[in-house]
C-alpha cells in the first residue's frame, strides 16, 4: 500500500509497449508517461518489439523503467503458434515481475490477450497487491472474428473459463467502452468496470481543422492503421472497383499500415487494375497525425459480427483529432459518438455500394460536410482526451492501494 509522501509505485504489464505500431502501445506508453509526470513510480513489462516498429521512435523518456521480455515470434503458422506466441510472454512476464525487490502500490495489466491478466493475477498474488485488470477487447470472442481460434474449440473453452475467473478474482477492472463495461458486468456476475477511453493526448488535437477545399480533386479518403481480417478492407476493393466502373475518377482511397491482409489487398488492387486507390507502409505516429490532417475525409468500419459492436477502436479518436469528415462503418458506442456529428455519414460494414455512394454524397456536399465535421474537433477536447482519462485511472490507483 502507498505510504503519505512516497510516489505511487505502479506495475504495467502489457504485450505491446512503445516501439510497437498498434493501438495498445500507443495507448500504454502515453499512459505511462502522463502517470510518470503525475508523480508515479512507473515500471513496465512489455514484450520485445514485434510489430512493426518504425525507425526513430523513442521508447520512452526515461523516466519509466521498462523491462523486456523475449517472445517466441508469431509467424502466422496456426494456432499452436498463436498460443505458443502469448504464453512465451506470459510466463516471461511473470519471471520478469519476481526479479523486481519490493512490492508495488497497484498492477495495471492490460489484455488481450487475457494471458496477459493471468501474469498480473500470479504477481499480484506473490507481491500481496493488488490488481486492476484492463479490458480493450472481449477476448477470445476477438481472436474467433481475427480468424486466430475457432468458437467452441478446446482453446476457446479454456479461454472462456479465464476469462471468468480473471473478472472475479481482480481487484478492479478498467475497460475502454460502456457496452464492453456492460458485458463484463454480466459475466463477473455485477461488477461494473469503469470506463478509461482510449481517447488521444491533447497534443495531437489540432489546434483547428485545415482549410476546407471547396471541390477536391481527387478527393482523397484514408484507412491508416491495421490491415486484419476484422478490418475488412476488401470491402473498400470492391467500392473502388464500382467506382472505377461507373467512370468516377474524381475519389481515391489510400490505405496506410500493415497486417496480415495487406498482400491479399495488394493482389486484389492489382489483379482488377484499380488506379484508385493507394497501399502505403507504415508510417510513425507523427507522420499518421500529419497525413490525418490533410486528407479530405477519413474511413473506417469493422467486420459487423456482433463482437466488435462492443469496444470503440482508437482510430475514432485519432481520426476525431483532424477534425475532418469521417465515412464510419461501425455499430454500438462508437456509432452512437461519431452519428452525433453532422459531417460523419455511416456505411453499412457489409455493403461497398453503400461506401461508394456515401464517398460521392461527400463529394457533392463536400464543403458543407467538413465545415460540419469540425465538430469533431469540440468533441474529442471536451470528452475523450489521454489526460483526462489518466487523472481518472490515477484516482483508481490511489483508492485501490489505499488500506481496507
Same mark, same amino acid.
Given at each position: 500500500?502507498?505510504? &503519505?509522501?512516497? &510516489? ?8 505491446? +509497449? +512503445? ?36 525507425? /526513430?521512435?523513442?521508447?520512452?523518456? $526515461? ?7 523475449? @517472445? ?6 496456426? %494456432?499452436?503458434?498463436?498460443? =505458443? ?10 519471471? #520478469?515481475? *519476481?526479479?523486481?525487490? /519490493? ?17 498480473? @493475477?500470479? !504477481?499480484?498474488?506473490?507481491?500481496? !497487491? ?15 472474428? #481475427? ?29 475502454? =467502452? ?10 463477473? /456476475? ?12 491533447? !497534443? ?11 471541390? &477536391? ?16 478492407? *476488401? ?23 500493415? $497486417? ?36 479530405? #475525409? ?7 459480427? $456482433?463482437?466488435?459492436? %462492443? !469496444?470503440? &477502436? ?17 455499430? *454500438? ?5 461519431? *452519428?452525433?456529428?453532422?459531417?460523419? @455519414? ?8 453503400? @461506401? ?49
Amino acid at each position: 500500500m502507498s505510504s &503519505p509522501g512516497r &510516489p505511487l509505485k505502479v506495475l504495467i504489464i502489457t504485450q505491446f +509497449y +512503445y516501439p510497437d505500431v498498434t493501438a495498445c502501445a500507443f495507448r500504454m506508453q502515453e499512459t505511462a508517461s502522463l502517470l510518470a509526470k503525475m508523480g508515479c513510480e512507473v515500471h513496465v513489462i512489455a514484450g520485445e518489439p514485434h510489430k512493426g516498429q518504425i525507425g /526513430g521512435q523513442r521508447i520512452d523518456d $526515461g523516466s519509466i523503467k521498462v523491462s523486456r521480455v523475449p @517472445l517466441i515470434k508469431y509467424e502466422g503458422r496456426g %494456432k499452436w503458434n498463436y498460443i =505458443a506466441h502469448y504464453l512465451s510472454f506470459m510466463f516471461g512476464a511473470i519471471k #520478469a515481475a *519476481g526479479r523486481h525487490k /519490493g512490492r508495488f502500490d497497484i498492477i495495471w495489466a492490460s489484455s488481450p490477450p487475457l494471458f496477459t491478466g493471468i501474469s498480473g @493475477l500470479v !504477481t499480484a498474488w506473490f507481491k500481496r !497487491t493488488p490488481l486492476c485488470l484492463d479490458i480493450r477487447d472481449i477476448w477470445p470472442e476477438s481472436a474467433v472474428v #481475427a480468424g486466430q481460434i475457432k468458437e467452441g474449440s478446446f482453446l476457446f473453452r479454456a479461454a472462456k473459463v479465464i476469462e471468468y475467473l480473471l473478472y472475479r478474482a481482480a481487484n478492479q477492472i478498467t475497460c475502454v =467502452a460502456g457496452p464492453m463495461a456492460d458485458y463484463i458486468s454480466r459475466v463477473s /456476475g455485477g461488477r461494473r468496470p469503469e470506463i478509461i477511453y482510449n481517447a488521444i493526448p491533447g !497534443t495531437m488535437v489540432a489546434d483547428g481543422a485545415m482549410p476546407v477545399d471547396p471541390e &477536391p480533386k481527387p478527393m482523397t479518403v484514408l484507412y491508416i492503421g491495421n490491415m486484419g481480417y476484422c478490418q475488412n478492407l *476488401g470491402l473498400v476493393v470492391e467500392a473502388a472497383r464500382e467506382l472505377a466502373a461507373a467512370g468516377e475518377t474524381r475519389i481515391r482511397f489510400q490505405l496506410v499500415g500493415g $497486417g496480415i491482409e495487406k498482400p491479399l489487398i495488394e493482389k486484389a488492387v492489382k489483379d482488377a487494375g484499380l488506379s484508385n486507390i493507394e497501399i502505403l507502409g507504415l508510417v510513425s505516429k507523427e507522420r499518421a497525425i500529419e497525413m490525418i490532417r490533410n486528407a479530405h #475525409a477519413l474511413m473506417l468500419h469493422l467486420k459487423d459480427d $456482433g463482437t466488435m459492436d %462492443k !469496444t470503440i &477502436p482508437s482510430k475514432v479518436f485519432d481520426y476525431m483529432a483532424g477534425g475532418r469528415p469521417i465515412l464510419y462503418g461501425l455499430k *454500438g458506442e462508437a456509432s452512437d459518438i461519431l *452519428g452525433s456529428i453532422r459531417g460523419n @455519414l455511416y456505411y453499412d460494414p457489409a455493403e461497398p455500394s453503400q @461506401l461508394a455512394s456515401r464517398c460521392l454524397e461527400l463529394l457533392k456536399n463536400y464543403q458543407e460536410l467538413a465545415s460540419a465535421a469540425t465538430e469533431n474537433l469540440r468533441v474529442v477536447r471536451q470528452r475523450f482526451l489521454r489526460e483526462v482519462m489518466t487523472s481518472k485511472l490515477l484516482k483508481i490507483f490511489k483508492n485501490l492501494s489505499q488500506p481496507s
